[in-house]
């Protein structure tokens, strides 16, 4: 047996999965569509993620475009202009994810010191 080097475990399946997810975070993702593009179950997606990451795959892609609109907001963009540009599909249900996520508005980040 072979000790797994840094390739390998750049190759292993939950680091290209995450990979994928971090390079289409813009983009709609499914559970559909990442298992379609690594020819795996959803129970086995949705397994595999826990177990390498703690977190479920909605909750990890959910945390990553956060993450993002954060940095754009404070980089002085307008939050009701990127929010698409993170990945979510409307106004109303990035407004939550952030307000739930940060405990202030994503107009109120700036002024908030965050």
């Known amino acids: 047996f072979q000790s797994k080097n840094e ?3 750049n ?3 939950d680091y290209r999965i995450i990979r994928y997810i971090n390079r289409n975070l813009s983009n709609s993702i499914t559970l559909d569509d990442i298992c379609r593009e690594f020819f795996i179950s959803k ?3 949705c397994r595999m ?3 390498a990451t703690g977190s479920t795959v909605w909750d990890y892609i959910t945390v990553k475009r956060l993450v993002t609109a ?7 963009r307008s939050p009701t202009k990127i ?3 993170c990945g979510f599909s409307d106004y109303s ?3 939550r994810a952030y307000r739930k996520k940060y405990g202030v508005s994503p107009s109120d980040t700036v002024s908030a010191g965050f």
């Open 93 to 95: 249900s990035f407004y």
């Open 11 to 13: 190759d292993s399946p």
């Open 43 to 45: 129970p086995q997606l």
């Open 83 to 85: 929010y698409t540009e």
């Open 70 to 76: 954060k940095n754009l907001i404070q980089s002085g």
């Open 49 to 51: 993620f826990k177990a």
């Open 7 to 9: 390739d390998s475990i």
